[in-house]
């Protein structure tokens, strides 16, 4: 029976989880690609007074229909370049698909723009380094919308690991149950690791930061496809990832139709703090030390929170003259677990992180 000192309600740390804003710094932004999720990076962004100048899409009335929604003084172009060509515009958002999105990157940090990429990064770590190193010499900050790391959960878990409250990580257990059929018939529908790329790298990616200067030995994964799923590729993965001193496990069932569950359970040496939730409910934190189980009442969502909290990051990142906290260079790291569990899914073989230089699949 666990001890009285272990469930005694005691008073929650208060931690800086919130998205942060910069103090003065609000340059001209420009946004390109104007997809779906961008409506999440504008909400985001407008809510939090950040001054969008201009959207780009391909597809003009895509980019019409944001400002309409949410910039109705913004400029609207079909060639990124238009924007990369101003010289008011300091930040840019790149919000395309990975494949287009290299180049892009590359001609925004020539021409001397600070710059926000969506994830996941990028398809080759290598290619991934040399924007990091051309952002270097270019003197611009460099970072990836690793949105996840704001939602209010994983931001106040990954606060108490920061603020050594947890101590030395022991073990990290991470699992989603849903149900990700949406993605059927969308271009998302042809990507062959939907869950354990394009999804998973949330995870993978909030992982690095909970387990911080510990890096994976080995990872194992697998993935296959569920029992009557209308997407095309594999809805069901798994990884285990292998530490000096620790262990982590990745579950995601994607093919849920009842009984959603969200769980987070991260063991210390000096507490263990938890997450959980069921379908349309907010998650619920819990720490567990020797003084009691503290829960933490907390604010906002991961969507729009999220978004807000990677851009607010890059512009204070900027003011304060720093490299940002998501910067691409930390993502690679990330990156890296990712390919290494998809390769290890792909051959049913351990993978090292790090040795695995590109998307396998």
């Known amino acids: 029976m666990p001890r009285k000192s272990q469930v005694k309600p005691v008073p929650a740390p208060k931690l800086p989880y919130e998205p942060r804003d910069p103090k003065r710094y609000s340059p001209p932004i ?7 999720i961008t409506e999440w990076h504008l909400r985001a962004y407008k809510a939090a007074g950040y001054n969008v100048v201009a959207l780009c899409d391909l597809i003009k009335q895509r980019a019409e229909k944001r400002r309409k929604e949410f910039y109705p003084n913004a400029d609207v172009y079909t060639d990124y370049r238009r924007i990369l060509d101003r ?31 969506q994830k996941p990064f990028v398809l080759d770590l290598d290619a991934g380094q040399k924007l990091v190193d051309l952002a270097r010499k270019q003197k611009v900050r460099l970072a990836v919308n690793q949105n996840g790391r704001w939602a209010p959960h994983f931001s106040y878990i990954r606060s108490a690991i920061a603020a050594g409250l947890l101590g030395e ?42 387990m911080g200067a510990q890096s994976g030995k080995r990872v194992y994964a697998s993935f296959t496809h569920a029992p009557k799923q209308r997407a095309k590729n594999a809805l069901l993965g798994q990884a285990l990832i292998e530490y000096d001193h620790a262990q982590a496990t990745l579950a995601f069932d994607a093919n849920t139709p009842f009984g959603h569950q969200d769980r987070v359970y991260i063991d210390g040496d000096k507490a263990t703090i938890t997450a959980y939730a069921t379908a349309g409910s907010p998650m619920e934190v819990k720490l567990y030390t020797a003084r009691g189980v503290a829960t933490p009442k907390l604010n906002g969502k991961w969507f729009p929170d999220g978004f807000h909290g990677t851009m607010g990051e890059l512009l204070r990142a900027i003011e304060e ?14 990156l890296a677990l990712c390919f290494a569990a998809i390769k290890a899914a792909e051959t049913h073989q351990s993978q090292i992180p790090g040795e695995v230089r590109k998307l396998v699949a």
């Open 87 to 117: 010289d008011d515009i300091k930040v840019v958002d790149i919000a395309t698909h990975p494949p287009e999105r290299l180049p892009i990157i590359r001609d925004a940090l020539l021409a001397g723009k600070h710059v926000l990429s």
């Open 321 to 334: 003259n720093r490299q940002p906290s998501n910067s691409a260079e930390n993502n690679l790291k990330s």
């Open 30 to 36: 420009g946004l390109i690609a104007c997809g779906g």
């Open 169 to 210: 990580i022991m073990g990290a257990h991470l699992s989603v149950h849903w149900d990700h059929n949406w993605v059927a018939g969308t271009r998302f529908d042809t990507v062959r690791h939907v869950i354990l790329y394009d999804f998973a790298i949330h995870w993978f990616d909030i992982l690095t930061c909970f």
